[in-house]
């Protein structure tokens, strides 16, 4: 039975994770280019993907803890920013290079047929990849400071909790960044907002401070619409007390502005998807 | 058996002068007032109602001249782009072509390029690896395959690019010009190799190309579009004899002047006179002849040290005469605004018959505007040598001067 392709002025608003199936192998091969591309020259190579956060935490540490002196309660410091770190630089650089990348493969939209979608999400695998490299780093700190004695690392269920905070981090990136590689696509406005509504977002994820520490409820009900809030809490409440609450963190809108998030990104990603070799 | 390629009644509507295709937010704004009448004014068609349908193992041409909807049906064909009406079905698997080399990347290796090349193209991973010898042999630069492909000479990537493209095998072929560039003995290799592909067993292909002896040569029927309407579906031969009668005699242009042409710098007009500085639209093979070019640059700055050509080509879209500004060593300065441009031929060598001509401006690189058959020329019986003979134009269609001796 050969397959039948049918050719019509609209494309519905189906998700065609089908066809998406099919495609996998071009999925994995323009992950697999980004990451041979990205390395090609640079001299230190994967380092890169730990230094950065290794950094990142490093600052916070001598700022917020050895400098302003702040708590950061049974988790040592080290600890407890690296994982709101990873998680953000999860997102962060999905979000980045998923809106940028459909007009960075401008070239090859114009020229040949597959589904669209590959582009992001591959933005998602590129990220998900340096999430899981520098996500051992973090396991070789967590067990390095459990041999010091006084604190308790739970390996699975760290594991698990981080596999929660993922899809968590990914759902969200997936329809924040598909819904901005669409507008991408027809107003470059959105290479200059861009940074300025990554760097907003960072003061709204508990990545230097714990939820709990807000006072007024009008910032404590922002912080509640942040799915990231989630996936960072889930971490830090095994790192706690060692218990794995993956419900238990949650509220009910969660799920609920995830599902808006996807909805949202899918359909504006859709709806423009067939023009985008038009107006490229 | 179903039809392989069912067209139903397509149409495509485009917005005319694209001058900007994406906007900033402030371009929108700005425009808010004239929205309305801009979108009723710039709307063209540039498909419309087209119909066919081609049976498994079948094989054709869409001739047509510039800008009549060729690359348009076959990016709906591709579903690059969809149609605004009507349907397409595509049984069996597609593989399209519009260009070859896409998603190269200079930093990758010829290997890792042919595997995301291949990837792009269609092909699955394991079909890559069962090729990937032949691939590398075909392209006869085994030596470089782990060299990043920024190392590659240009005629290299292009035969690496071609050979990943010769080697893609499904059951519906969609060709673009592609094979209108690179040196032409290994395009003729792949012309070859496509051949072979498309003769075998149930392939169907739709190829577009300017050069209709490619054309002949790939297919056995052919579609005739003309400002994006279908003329005609017969046998390629027919098709190519309809093109010559219908489009090329109806519109005995000597320049077309109504064509969107690039933004920056344009040919204006393009004519020819006679010893005596007249217009003429035919010339006799012999007599001198003039091509007056006027040039705008829209640019408001000086081009120094460009280049003009004149290419002067047959109906099969063989190129015959090159004529370019440069090999006198002409320093051409254009200034902003309109630049009048001649170039003498002392005895005009083109024997009797139709040709079209290309007119392009270039500055070491950079095409400032290339326009494909800007218009028409044809030549008369003449007096190129003094007897008055010309030899059977079977044999021949440049003349050149020469002498014969008994010794």
């Known amino acids: ?37 990205r390395y090609k020259q640079a001299l230190l190579g994967v380092v890169w993907t730990l230094l950065q956060p290794l950094m990142m935490m490093m600052i916070l540490v001598l700022v917020l803890s050895k400098g302003l002196g702040l708590d950061t309660g049974q988790i040592p410091a080290p600890i407890y920013y690296l994982c709101g770190l990873l998680i953000w630089n999860l997102f962060s650089q999905s979000v980045n290079s998923a809106a940028n990348a459909m007009v960075s493969n401008a070239q090859i939209l114009r020229k040949i047929y597959f589904p669209r979608l590959i582009i992001p999400i591959s933005s998602m695998m590129i990220a998900s990849f340096d999430f899981l ?148 | 058996m179903k039809p392989a390629i069912e067209v139903k009644g397509v149409w495509k ?88 080399g896409t998603g190269f990347h200079p930093e990758l290796t010829g290997k890792e390029n042919i595997y995301f090349n291949g990837s792009i193209l269609g092909m699955h991973r394991a079909e890559i690896k069962r090729k990937f010898d032949e691939i590398v042999e075909f392209s006869g630069v085994e030596a470089f395959i782990d060299t ?54 149930g392939k169907t292909v739709v190829f577009v190309s300017h050069n209709l002896s490619q054309i002949k040569q790939l297919t056995s029927g052919g579609i005739l579009l003309d400002y994006g309407k279908q003329l005609a579906q017969d046998a390629t031969d027919n098709i190519i004899s309809l093109y010559h009668k219908n489009i090329l005699k109806n519109h005995l242009y000597t320049f077309d002047k109504e064509r969107v042409q690039a933004e920056d710098v344009l040919f204006s007009n393009c004519s020819f006179r006679n010893i005596e500085g007249q217009e003429i639209t035919q010339v006799e093979c012999g007599n001198p002849l003039c091509v007056l070019l006027e040039i705008e640059n829209r640019t408001k700055a000086l081009i120094k040290d460009a280049l003009v050509g004149i290419v002067f080509k047959n109906l099969q879209g063989g190129s015959m005469i090159a004529l370019s500004s440069n090999v006198h060593g002409l320093q051409l300065d254009l200034q902003a605004g309109t630049n009048t441009i001649s170039c003498q031929i002392d005895k005009f060598p083109l024997s009797p ?38 030899p059977s134009p079977k044999l021949q269609t440049v003349l050149v001067a020469h002498n014969w001796k008994k010794l």
């Open chain 2, 13 to 100: 509507e485009y917005r005319k002068g694209i001058d900007k295709r994406y906007k900033s937010l402030r371009d929108v704004l700005t425009t808010i007032p004239s929205w309305r009448k801009r979108q009723q004014a710039e709307l063209f068609w540039a498909l419309q109602d087209i119909d066919f349908t081609l049976n498994a193992g079948d094989s054709i041409g869409i001739i047509g001249r510039n800008g009549a909807g060729k690359s348009t049906l076959l990016k709906i064909l591709s579903r690059i782009t969809p149609p605004t009406k009507g349907e397409v079905i595509l049984r069996g698997r597609v593989a399209s072509l519009l260009e070859v």
């Open chain 2, 353 to 390: 018959g139709t040709y079209s001509y290309n007119l392009i401006i270039t500055r070491g690189n950079h095409i400032y505007n290339w326009m494909k058959e800007a218009g028409i020329i044809q030549t008369h019986h003449g007096f190129f040598f003094e007897s008055g003979e010309i």
């Open chain 1, 133 to 280: 490299i520098s996500l051992s780093v973090f396991f070789i700190i967590g067990f390095w400071y459990q041999s010091q004695g006084g604190f308790h690392f739970p390996f699975f269920s760290i594991l698990v909790a981080f596999m929660v905070a993922w899809v968590i981090t990914i759902v969200t990136s997936f329809g924040i960044g598909t819904f901005l590689s669409a507008i991408n696509v027809k107003y470059r406005d959105v290479r200059y907002a861009l940074p300025f509504l990554i760097q907003a977002l960072f003061f709204i994820t508990p990545v230097m401070f714990d939820s709990k520490q807000f006072s007024q409820p009008i910032l404590q009900f922002v912080l509640q619409l942040n799915p990231l809030n989630y996936a960072i809490q889930t971490i830090r409440s095994v790192l706690t007390d060692g218990q794995l609450e993956v419900i238990g963190n949650m509220s009910w809108h969660l799920p609920l502005i995830l599902v808006i998030l996807y909805i949202l990104g899918m359909y504006v990603f859709r709806r423009t998807e067939a023009y985008f070799a038009d107006i490229v």
């Open chain 1, 1 to 37: 039975m050969t397959t039948e392709i049918i050719i019509r002025p609209k494309s519905g608003l189906s998700s065609k994770w089908k066809e998406l199936w099919q495609y996998r192998e071009l999925l994995y091969f323009f992950t697999w280019k980004e990451i041979k591309v």
């Open chain 2, 148 to 201: 990043p492909l920024k190392h590659y000479s240009s005629g290299m990537q292009m035969r690496l690019a071609f050979s990943v493209a010769a080697h893609l095998d499904a059951e519906i072929l969609l060709i673009d010009e592609v094979l209108a560039v690179g040196d032409m003995a290994f395009q003729q290799k792949c012309i070859g190799k496509m051949d072979e592909v498309s003769k075998g067993e």
